[in-house]
């Protein structure tokens, strides 16, 4: 029976797998796989006191070259649903649209690559090499027993791919505009400034912490960290929050509390971002506490075959050069990276995480053809 990608995504995203629920949304996507004939391997986890996640890894083939398909049906919460054309979870299709949770980012790029397999193996049926699967249920909350994990069971049982192709929506608005070959890595930061509360009539008797917090928020703000690298921007960091928990005006608080958010090139670590954040902080105040850190380093595949393939078929089909784009927030792609190659193609990205989130049809066909062609030449004789 031919696999239908319209139907199939339609399927996916009725499953309302808002993390950390699965809500029966990686069933939908094992049983065509199962059918045509790859090995399932159900690879659940949880630990430490988090949620379970759900995810599996699957494959056909034993030889190389390997490739994986690596991607999620996990999805964030739809927000007010009142606020919605068409409920986020009926998947309903309007003058070639179709809307809800999910369709871009990204149950229809799942759907997409396993109706190309479909495809492709209906005219390559003893074709030379592995295509598999790996699907986790973690990438938009903690991702931390999701891809990271499975690829430390990939590896364990010999299934690590030669190349991978993460189906995150890579353009901005046409599909065809950008492929992803990094990503910025982002570190969180929380910094605690000391003072002396005391009475804002006897300022002498106390010590305000929150001039030199100020000071400090904007020297971390206006500081140049780097001017870039040929294939990432700038590292910026912004402040997100300032708070002291002061409800007197008449009272001078005993410290104050910022959060900020860093973007990072591979100019940096965290361990040298951390570093240059005491350098500047120090030059104020030592009296502070600082905790720095994150899951999401800096990457890069640099240009070469792998990228070159996924480009090229790219450009068959949408007439557009794609531009080698770093970014965007993460992706489990960032997981990946230590392992293989990783390149990001998928939907757009217009409307990901927003009321009304949608994919255009003949956009979803698109990507059907241009993953099967990808697959006809990574296993092209």
Known sequence: MKLDVV???QDLVRCPSITPEDAGAQEVLKKPLRDIGFEIFDLPFDGNGSYPVQNFFARLG?????ICYAGHTDVVPPGNEESWK??????????????GRGTSDMKGANAAFTVAVSEFLQSNPDFDGSISFLITGDEEAEAINGTVRALKWMKDNNHIPDMCLVGESASPTEIGQAIKIGRRGSLCGELTIYGTQGHTAYPDMADNPLPRLAKIADALSIYEFDQGTEHFPPTNLQITSIDVGNSARNVIPASGRSEFNIRFNTKWTMETLDQ????????ITDDYTLTAGGNAHPFITQ???WTNLVAANVKKHTNMAPTLSTSGGTSDARFVAPYCPVVEFGLTNESIHQVDEHLRIADLEKLVTIYRDILENTFKP
């Not at 034993?62 to 390997?66: A, E, G, K, L, T």
Request: glycine share 6%; charged share 20%; hydrophobic share 30%.
């Open 62 to 66: 034993s030889s190389s070259p390997h």
């Open 303 to 305: 240009p070469g075959e």
């Open 276 to 283: 240059k954040l005491r350098e500047i902080i120090e030059q």
């Open 7 to 9: 139907t199939l995504t």
């Open 86 to 99: 068409h409920p986020p979870f009926d998947a309903v299709i309007e003058q070639g649209i179709m809307y």
